[in-house]
């Protein structure tokens, strides 16, 4: 099972800075965390940014959460951020499509760093 976060920040103007120092701390800590899967960012045609982070359990997300830097870094997100929104999904079926084959299973390995 994936546990997937989604999420969109808005920073405030004149703390991108600030933002960017906060995100390269806090990138290796989450990444090296047990049950980290992968995490990318996308950006749409009209500038909204939309992060995606995996881990594979609700387990592993809580802990992140509640992770010291993170939960520290979460309490200044108001001064950092005009809002955000954050969007929690769990994985009830997933497939793959290849060679004209539907192929179940676990597609973890699909998102892991490579």
Known sequence: MIITLFGDLVVRPGKEEEEERIYLKLKPIVEAMPGFISMKSYVADDGEELGVIRFDSRESLDKWMHE??????????????????????????????????RIEGDLTYLFTER
């Open 68 to 101: 010291g830097a993170h939960a520290a870094a979460q309490k200044r997100g108001p001064e950092i951020y005009e809002g955000f929104w954050i969007q929690t999904a769990e994985t009830y079926r997933e497939y793959r499509w290849e060679d004209e084959s």
